[in-house]
T-cell receptor, first 115, second 113 residues
Framework: DGGITQSPKYLFRKEGQNVTLSCEQNLNHDAMYWYRQDPGQGLRLIYYSQIVNDFQKGDIAEGYSVSREKKESFPLTVTSAQKNPTAFYLC??????????????FGPGTRLTVL | KQEVTQIPAALSVPEGENLVLNCSFTDSAIYNLQWFRQDPGKGLTSLLLIQSSQREQTSGRLNASLDKSSGRSTLYIAASQPGDSATYLCASRGADSWGKLQFGAGTQVVVTP
């Protein structure tokens, strides 16, 4: 089955810890994205990557870091510098950043809670 | 900066009624607009994507229209069923080359049997 997987489904973090959220896709998509969703709000873009070994900051990148060493993988690290990390994190991918009918597909999400 | 608004935030209808969900955006220079469904605690499922050159897009009981000049898109769901209960989000893709989506906060729909 082609799709996007995220792990873990639930993650708990203590104050001062860094944690890494996994995102893997087997859709052969070039572009990948990380979004954050808070209750009652729309999704906000954290980071995106158009191609391997390249990524750009989104609207709320402070306190987060990413890497894109492989086409199918785009892990997100939530660092201790992120002051309010409790949220639902969603990974997405698309065939590419260009193209007028570029459609984004989403993974099942990871819920991060700070203890 | 593009702002996307969905009103109302919540909606309840009896089974069988048609659903009308609204999405408005402030910048008409969009490439496309995408509608998603989200079930509680789950990821987003893409429903329809309308290109900026299109007026509407249809899939089964779903129909989405786009009016760029007025900055509006509407999602119609015909003959609603309890299984349609979910949150529906719209997102516009701007003219940026890399395809950033700007999301509305969503409309939570409950279809009662």
């Amino acid at each position: 089955d082609g799709g996007i997987t995220q792990s873990p489904k639930y993650l708990f973090r203590k104050e001062g810890q860094n944690v890494t959220l996994s995102c893997e896709q087997n859709l052969n998509h070039d572009a990948m994205y990380w979004y954050r969703q808070d209750p009652g709000q729309g999704l906000r873009l954290i980071y995106y990557s158009q191609i391997v070994n390249d990524f750009q900051k989104g609207d709320i990148a402070e306190g987060y870091s990413v890497s894109r060493e492989k086409k199918e993988s785009f892990p997100l690290t939530v660092t201790s510098a992120q002051k309010n990390p409790t949220a639902f994190y969603l990974c997405a991918s698309s065939m590419g950043p260009r193209g007028r009918d570029n459609e984004q597909f989403f993974g099942p999400g990871t819920r991060l809670t700070v203890l | 900066k593009q702002e996307v608004t969905q009103i109302p935030a919540a909606l309840s209808v009896p089974e069988g009624e048609n659903l009308v969900l609204n999405c408005s955006f402030t910048d008409s220079a969009i490439y496309n607009l995408q509608w998603f469904r989200q079930d509680p605690g789950k990821g987003l499922t893409s429903l329809l994507l309308i290109q900026s050159s299109q007026r509407e897009q249809t899939s089964g009981r779903l129909n989405a229209s786009l009016d760029k000049s007025s900055g509006r898109s509407t999602l119609y769901i015909a003959a609603s069923q309890p299984g349609d209960s979910a949150t529906y989000l719209c997102a516009s893709r701007g003219a940026d080359s890399w395809g950033k989506l700007q999301f509305g906060a969503g409309t939570q729909v409950v279809v009662t049997p």
